[in-house]
């Protein structure tokens, strides 16, 4: 069983909006905060980390703790499903600068009250998806 897997993506034309959601099925899902994360075309990163990711939005299941990037807040909104063990973003008025290959990260929360945002500023370690692909034609 994969422990982590996204999906929703594909190609939609700009202001049009898109579902993405992430599986965490191989964990218990109220100890965990989860990271959506995109990398654009071209653009590199560190395998295993989020480095040369660009961080989008997060949400600790327990705490309800939630995050955006200045770009996204506004048309972006995270949610969980705990019957699901899925965390989604809905994505509205996309635009041709949103379309990337977008990453979900578990992270394992250590204790209450330790924010989503906190677990990414501090490089916890994570459970990466294999990605799913967003496409936004102008």
């Known amino acids: 069983e994969v422990p982590v897997v996204e999906s929703g993506g594909g190609l939609v034309q700009a202001g049009g909006s898109l579902r993405l959601s992430c599986a965490a099925s191989?964990?218990?899902?109220?100890?965990?905060?989860i990271g959506w994360f995109r990398q654009a075309p071209g653009k590199g990163h560190e395998v295993g980390s989020g480095k040369g990711r660009e961080e989008v939005s997060c949400l600790g299941v327990k705490d309800r703790s939630t995050y955006y990037s200045d770009l996204v807040e506004g048309r972006f909104t995270i949610s969980s499903d705990s019957s699901k063990k899925t965390v989604y973003l809905q994505m509205h008025n996309l635009q041709p600068e949103d379309s990337a290959i977008y990453y979900c990260a578990v992270y394992l929360v250590p204790r209450y009250g330790v924010g989503c945002r906190r677990l990414i500023l501090l490089g916890s370690n994570a459970t990466w998806g294999q990605g799913t692909q967003v496409t936004v034609s102008s």
């Open positions: 191989g964990f218990t899902f109220d100890d965990v905060a």
